[in-house]
């Protein structure tokens, strides 16, 4: 059985396909690395998109040694050791570093240093944002570039290649199969091909069904329906339909979706359509997130049922939502004042609450910002009365 990811991976930027926007003549990091002047990288993205094959090109464009590492495992002594080995030489070596989002902070220590006299050039790779969970040292040093989910037509050109390769065929199902079930995940796409080579050289779609009967990732194996389908759950939710909450829900289980992309959404749209008006939606909805994770079909499909249900009966308030816009579109317009000094690290002049039975009148901005409005919906109508009896300055908190 041929490795097909082996096979297939490109080995030069045209090769590569999906990430135009990266890989294409005129793309800044391609241009960068034909200059020979890349800086350290990040690149974040769903797996299967072209990552690691990318730090590969990178690496062979610059003519660099390359060595790959992955965080969960590195230890920094292997680390030490390259730095040491490339120490006053004339080229330096690339260090891949996968899941760098789990590094640790010693292991970003270690980095730094050679990061900042550029003595070797690092680049990593994460499913998730790394940005996030590196220091603000790194992240200063570094570019950051985001991957896409390989297109459709990017994957059958692959698929096309592949095929070709092996000298097989594919029945049309199962070739819509193949594209639609890896959600954007060409490595995923081509290992179940290779798996159902061995099996049959005319692929057929029962065979793929008997291998992988979900969709791997966040993608539905009916064309065209899937950001629909859930778009349309969504909505559903949001109407307060909960026929038609679940009817769609039954339809992207039915088409494979994974029960924990279905959850993530609802977790989603617990805050930014439940949000106040119950906020105990988003509690229902993290642990469904954790118990279909934990379970997986078929009886994840009640726990998710549950949840839609629950959802649509439950008072609605987008509150935290729009207040969250509002706050960073003032931010990114330039409205950043002074922090009070009663409130900074000093506490110069802070009062206690708790010390004043739980309230006390006190500046917490040096100039009135006004963003969050409580609506009288649900539990967020008793949060806003709330509020405003505490500021009233006849009220008391035992009223």
Sequence with gaps: MADLTHLLRPT?????LGQEKLCSTNAPLRRLCEE??????????????????????????????FYEFNATSLKVEQLRKIFEQYTNALQKPLIFIDEVHRLAKNQQ????????????????ASTENPFFSLTAAMRSRSLLFEL?????EALNTLLDKALASENLSVKEDAREYLLRSCGGDARGMLKLLEFASVLETNISLE??????????????????????????????????DPDAAIYYLARLIEGGEPPEFIARRLVILASEDVGNANPQALTLCTSTMTSVKMIGYPESRIILAQAVIYLCASPKSNSAYMAINAAQQAVRSGTLIDIPKN??????GYLYPHDFGGWVEQDYLTQPLHFVDFKAIGYEKKMGEWLEMIRDTNGSLSN
Excluded at 38 to 64: E, N, Q, W
Excluded at 148 to 152: A, E
Excluded at 343 to 348: F, M
């Design 36 to 65: 020979g002047k890349l800086g350290h990288s990040f690149f974040y993205g769903p797996p299967g998109c072209g990552k690691t094959t990318i730090a590969r090109v990178i690496a062979k464009v610059m003519d660099l040694p």
């Design 12 to 16: 030069d930027f045209d090769s590569v």
């Design 207 to 240: 065979m793929l069904h008997s291998l992988r009967p979900n969709a791997q990732s966040g993608g539905s194996s009916e064309a065209g329906v899937h950001y629909d389908l859930a778009s349309a759950m969504i909505k559903s939710i949001r109407g307060s």
């Design 343 to 348: 409130i900074q690290q000093q506490n110069e």
């Design 148 to 152: 896409k989910p390989i297109s459709i």
């Design 109 to 124: 220590e270690v980095l730094l240093p050679v990061m900042e006299n550029n003595s070797v050039l690092v680049i990593g």
